[in-house]
């Protein structure tokens, strides 16, 4: 991806709210479809990570394993927020 549709990804992220949560029970299929679901109506979402959620797990980790998940793209992780894109 060019650096500068990166940029505009993260700029836009800026303005939304996070569709999400990730909670004690980490990365579920009825998470997965329902981030699917938001992806697709929305193209770009973000999901907040909650501190329950990292059990032996890093945000990075999480982060990849929910990309991977929805096969969209990683755009940005800060604080606990996760940006995906597709």
Known sequence: MEKEKL????????KISPVLNVGKNGITETLIEELNKQIKANRL???KVLKSAEEGKDL???ADELA??????????????VVLYR
Do not use: F
């Not at 969209?72 to 927020?81: H, M, Y």
């Open 45 to 47: 979402v973000k999901v």
């Open 68 to 81: 991977e998940a929805t096969r969209s793209t990683l755009i940005d992780v800060r604080g606990r927020t």
């Open 60 to 62: 990075k980790t999480i």
């Open 7 to 14: 940029y505009q990804l993260k700029s836009d992220a800026s």
